[in-house]
């Protein structure tokens, strides 16, 4: 497993030592890393500050979007919806990029209903940077780009059809989107990617090699057997099924009672979210896909929920649509609460374990080695074949070595280089950690 941490923040922040080049985490997220710098300088490189910094920043943009653009009557609800939903809540306190690149997609809808109601193309320009800024937290978050036009391409063919008055407006906002991503797109080339050339070509052509299924029908396999794991998961379940009663109750409401006087903009919300979702499904064709990737996903679901039940809720159905929502922060509460009596803190025990082994002035090897030292404040060095620091890293004189019983996180690279940690180190201690058996061996110094 390649942990993603803010491994070479804390390096600097501890040590004064910064090299882009020991790990792909700066090079794939540098905003994730600018974000959370400051939290780390300021408190100290403890995992707390870190969760808390990408807490603060989901319960901010939680705060924005609903306040802003969801009525009063539904807001309140649209908290535990969206806020308790079982991924969403799981990962918004964990120190990983994934839900805060899903709060800048969040960010973009927001902006884009603002340009909804106000008709600025300013919004348009803030809901592209956000997208963009979206990619700058994880390069992997790339395809969020293509959201916004899509979405307004879609309405611009939709005025058309009409013989709107707003195709103009419509027009520039698609064009200024583009040429805003356009531009972002060729100063991230110029002054992020031809600077260190190499080592992006290194990180791109081993993201993109043996991710995908070779033929078109292997991947729809792929998409199916990946969408079979999704469905039968409990805690993913119950999001998915209330989703698909939600929106048949819409179209309900929508066909014989549906008065146009009152939420359009949750109809706004609705074209977004939809588009969002859709784009988001790409990733069920990945060879491997952990729960992470989809946090996004799991995210945009309970805001299409919300919305639907927010046009429910102004039909003879409100009674209904009520009892939905009650329903669903139920069921969430109940997810959470079991997840919350399966604590068991191993991460903090293995982190508190190696702090009072470990020298701070010392190299720690291994892809689990950045997970394990936050407490430690270890230079700390991801091992990978074929990838990062695969030659020469025993030179670095490692105090320890921090990898899977099996050493299948790294592809066996230690024992094709020769390395034999059961003969190299003088005492070990192995964490289970969820399917994980992950072992931290101490070198003979």
Not at 14 to 30: C, L, M, R, V
Not at 213 to 225: N, S, V
Not at 410 to 439: H, N, P, Y
Request: charged share 15%.
């Amino acid at each position: 497993m390649k942990a993603f941490t803010p491994a070479r923040v804390r390096n600097y922040v501890n040590h004064g030592s910064f090299d882009i080049n020991e790990t792909d985490g700066f090079a794939k997220a540098p905003l994730f890393s600018a974000y959370l710098l400051p939290f780390l300088a300021l408190f100290g490189t403890h995992l707390w500050v870190a969760r808390l910094g990408i807490l603060l920043f989901f319960a901010f943009t939680l705060y924005c979007f609903i306040r802003k653009n969801i009525s009063q009557r539904y807001q309140g609800f649209a908290v535990g919806i969206i806020g308790l939903q079982y991924m969403v809540f799981n990962y918004s306190h964990f120190a990983m990029a994934e839900i805060l690149a899903a709060c800048c997609i969040v960010w973009v809808l927001h902006f884009y209903l603002s340009y909804t109601v106000t008709g600025k193309l300013a919004t348009i320009v803030w809901a592209t940077l956000a997208g963009v800024a979206a990619v700058l937290i994880k390069s992997n978050h790339l395809y969020v780009v293509a959201i916004l036009p899509s979405v307004l391409g879609i309405t611009l063919l939709y005025h058309l059809i009409k013989k709107s008055a707003l195709i103009k407006q419509t027009a520039l906002a698609v064009g200024l989107s583009v040429l805003v991503n356009v531009v972002s797109a060729l100063g991230a080339y110029l002054f992020i990617f031809l600077p260190n050339e190499a080592l992006y070509i290194k990180i791109f052509n081993q993201e993109v090699s043996g991710k995908f299924e070779p033929t078109f029908g292997q991947l729809i396999e792929r998409a199916g057997h990946n969408w079979d794991a999704i469905a039968t998961a409990p805690e993913l379940t119950v999001p998915l099924a209330t989703l698909a009663v939600t929106a048949i109750l819409f179209l309900i409401v929508r066909v014989k009672y549906f008065s146009d006087t009152k939420p359009l903009k949750s109809l706004h919300l609705l074209l977004f979210s939809s588009i969002w979702l859709l784009i988001e499904l790409h990733k069920l064709t990945v060879l491997y896909l952990p729960s992470r990737y989809l946090v996004p996903a799991f995210l945009v679901i309970p805001i299409i929920i919300i919305a639907l039940l927010e046009q429910i809720g102004f039909s003879r159905f409100k009674l209904l649509g009520t009892i939905i929502a009650v329903t669903i922060i139920g069921i969430s509460s109940y997810h959470y609460s079991q997840a919350y009596s399966r604590r068991s803190f191993v991460i903090n025990n293995m982190n508190n374990y190696v702090a009072t082994m470990g020298k701070p002035d010392r190299v720690i090897l291994g892809s689990w080695a950045a997970t394990a030292c936050w407490e430690s404040k270890n230079i700390t060095m991801p091992v990978w074949e074929n990838y990062f620091n695969d030659h020469g890293f025993m030179e670095k004189h490692p105090l320890a070595i921090i990898t899977e019983v099996d050493e299948r996180d790294a592809e066996a690279i230690f024992m094709r280089r020769g390395v034999d940690l059961k003969a190299q180190r003088d005492s070990a201690r192995v964490f289970t950690i969820g399917g994980w058996q992950v072992c931290v061996n101490w070198l003979k110094n």
